[in-house]
């Protein structure tokens, strides 16, 4: 099973989200839209259950003390060689754009505390690869675009 939470509903997934959406239309065989924590997955997904589990919203919407202890989580709803990936606003990459002037800090605003002031905590790429790491998580690839980092990830088969 491939689980999709909190962005676009995706074909083929498991969606997850936080509110039930206005619209959905008709949704394409093998594709569920279900409302859920993305911390307690229990109800939905039994452990080593999931192949891959994408948190397509940059996880900077999580509160920081939450980040380690929904990454262990998660963990556990993958099964082995099973795929996480994750979506950042990376710290250090975002004051090197303020740094070089690429970028003021009224233009940052958005960056750091969300669309709509919903992030409650900025990402270290080098911190979260060792939580990975130290997970039981092979990094696969760590994709950067400009400020905006994407991090896919393997769960060790061990």
């Known amino acids: 099973m491939k689980v999709n939470l909190y962005g676009d509903i995706r074909n083929g997934y498991l ?3 936080n509110q039930v959406p206005n619209s959905l239309g008709d949704l394409p065989e093998n594709t ?8 307690n997955l229990d109800p939905l ?4 259950a ?3 589990i994408i948190f397509s919203v940059p996880m900077n919407v999580l509160y920081p003390a939450h980040i380690v202890p929904i990454l262990e989580h998660w963990h556990k709803k993958i099964k082995p060689n099973g795929e996480l ?3 950042y606003v990376d710290i250090r990459r975002l004051g090197q754009f303020i740094h070089s002037g690429e970028l003021s800090l009224q233009q940052i605003d958005g960056m750091i505390y969300g669309p709509n002031h ?3 905590s900025l990402v270290d790429t080098n911190v979260l690869d060792a939580v990975l790491r130290g997970l039981g998580y092979s990094i696969k690839m760590i994709s950067p675009k400009e400020f905006f980092v994407t991090v896919e990830a393997a769960k060790n088969a061990n």
């Open 85 to 87: 990936v994750l979506s």
């Open 50 to 52: 999931a192949e891959q």
């Open 118 to 120: 919903n992030y409650h």
């Open 15 to 17: 969606n997850v989200v």
């Open 32 to 39: 569920s839209v279900v409302v859920g924590d993305v911390g």
């Open 45 to 48: 997904l039994e452990d080593g």
